[in-house]
């Protein structure tokens, strides 16, 4: 299978006051398309630093990152912006709606940056919802729905562009057992039906059961699964 992620000897540090703080180092990693990941670690291992790194979010300090053979690393801010769009679908712990929206409007909200008419931009919104499950809510506030129901809007509104890839920190974090399950299917559904490379961020084992494997953070480094047995 082919690659889409290569990362090589990827560094990131930040400075407070006169201290650097090193959070992650020396570290390599290449994801396959259509993978499922899922990246564990205890607090503060550096897992969302490099999920945020992979996702365009935030530049390494060293090293490189390759995503579908673009190195993403050397990219200007509007470019990396540009990028962004075009790549990646983000999906957070707190759903991250406009609460005045309603879900079809929520959704719509990325493909506000294409050339896309208003009426393709609500076909293709009404596409991704449908895809979720949540036909039937579009003209719902998100104060109307549930967590699940939330999150499975933040679902549509990640893959309303076709991404390639879905970066996903700690999503079933905020939401009750039944609701997890219920998200953690459908993005395994997105991954399995629908060719979407999946990097996903937890805590829960549980969760991480739902990807195709599990790498572990500590320290900023990746290290051996039995090294938390």
């Given amino acids: 299978m082919a690659t889409l992620i290569d990362i090589q000897n990827l560094a990131k540090s930040y400075t407070r006051g006169k201290q650097k703080v090193e959070v992650l180092h020396h570290v390599d990693l290449t994801i396959a398309e259509g993978d499922f990941l899922a990246l564990m670690g205890p ?4 897992k969302t630093t490099l999920l945020n790194l992979i996702g365009g979010l935030d530049a390494p300090s060293a090293g490189s990152i390759s ?6 690393d050397q990219l200007g801010g509007g470019a990396l912006a540009k990028w962004r769009a075009s790549n990646v679908g983000f999906i957070f712990q707190f759903y991250n709606l406009m609460p005045m929206l309603s879900a079809q409007r929520n959704v719509e ?7 896309l008419s208003a009426a393709q931009r609500k076909k293709n ?3 991704a919802l449908q895809l979720v499950g949540l036909a039937d809510r579009a003209s719902h506030k998100p104060s109307e729905l549930s967590g699940g129901q ?3 809007v933040a679902i549509a509104r990640a893959i309303v562009s076709d991404p390639a890839l879905l970066v996903c920190d700690e999503p079933t974090g905020d939401l009750d057992r039944q609701s997890a399950e219920d998200v953690l299917g459908l993005l395994q559904q997105l991954n399995r039906d629908h060719g979407k490379t999946i990097v996903m961020v937890t805590h ?3 969760a991480a059961e739902y990807a195709s494997h599990t790498l572990h953070l500590d320290k900023g480094a990746l290290v051996e ?3 938390f047995a």
């Fill in 125 to 127: 919104a009404s596409i």
């Fill in 204 to 206: 829960d084992p549980k």
């Fill in 109 to 115: 909200l990325p493909l506000l940056l294409t050339k």
């Fill in 67 to 72: 995503v579908g053979g673009q190195r993403i």
């Fill in 225 to 227: 699964q039995g090294a």
């Fill in 150 to 152: 939330q999150q499975r």
């Fill in 43 to 46: 607090s503060g291992s550096g």
